[in-house]
């Protein structure tokens, strides 16, 4: 198995346990995918796929309908995607991936978890350079045998095709979303969810007390409500998967 696989394996349901904080996130993808392509989902496939997502995560229904139709409010502040990049202590490289409606309050925030935690927010480029901008599709696994599907798929920019309980996970380049996607619907696939990730090419192992450090800036920068994503180079242990 490749990268994407032992990747997914480690930061599974670790993080983002919490429903309330999934909901927010999803909330926010909802308004941006609405106020850049419009409301109607048949149209709109990255409204289509954040569906899928909310969906895939019981976010209610009633919810998603309220988030689409907030977007529409002139009045609803647009979301602005911002990445920051830095260092953890122990040398171990971070990416934030934020949506916020006030750049200036999200930068002060974010500086200050890093400095309180013995970190340093670095310039844009910094760190993205050491991580893969991947997309990834789960559709159900009955009835399809992953290695012809990874065959099928290649033509479509696809890297690494795996099956886990929850389904059969492909893997592609961040500019192979839509070609996948496109190819999947129109084989009346079932996409169960879908999403984007960094892949850090390269991880650090460090001693218990050492992610102990990291895991306290991570932590901070995590329950921020500005923050979407944040991927590390900090290798994760099964031990520490399994929370």
């Known amino acids: ?6 990747f997914r394996k480690a930061r599974k349901m670790k993080r983002w346990s919490a429903m309330a904080k999934a909901f927010t996130r999803t909330g926010k993808d909802i308004v941006m ?28 229904k009633d919810n998603i309908e309220r988030a689409i139709k907030r977007a529409t409010d002139k ?29 200036n309050r ?19 480029g910094s760190v993205e350079f050491m991580f893969d901008h991947t997309c990834n599709f789960r559709i159900p696994a ?10 099928e798929m290649i033509d479509f920019g696809a890297e690494e095709v795996f099956a886990d309980e929850d389904g059969i996970l492909i893997y592609a380049p961040f500019e192979s979303f839509g070609a996948i996607q496109k ?15 960094r892949i850090p ?20 920068i995590e329950e921020d409500d500005d923050v979407q994503n944040v991927y590390h180079t900090m290798e994760e242990s099964d031990s520490e998967s399994e929370n």
């Open 183 to 197: 190819e999947l619907e129109e084989r009346n696939l079932e996409i169960l969810s879908s999403g984007f990730e």
């Open 201 to 220: 090419q390269v991880t650090k192992k460090l001693t218990p007390d050492e992610a102990a450090d990291v895991e306290k800036l991570l932590e901070k």
């Open 33 to 60: 995918a609405v106020k850049e392509g419009g409301p109607d989902p048949d149209t709109n496939s990255r409204l289509r796929a954040i569906i899928q997502n909310a969906k895939s995560i019981n976010m209610p």
């Open 75 to 103: 009045n609803t502040e647009d979301y602005k995607e911002v990445l920051f990049e830095g260092y953890a202590p122990h040398g171990i490289a971070i990416l934030v991936e934020t949506a916020t409606d006030n750049n």
């Open 142 to 151: 009955e009835g399809i045998d992953p290695e012809e599907l990874e065959l």
């Open 1 to 6: 198995m490749g990268r994407a696989f032992e």
């Open 106 to 124: 999200t930068v002060a925030n974010i500086r200050s978890y890093f400095n309180k935690c013995n970190g340093s927010l670095g310039t844009s």
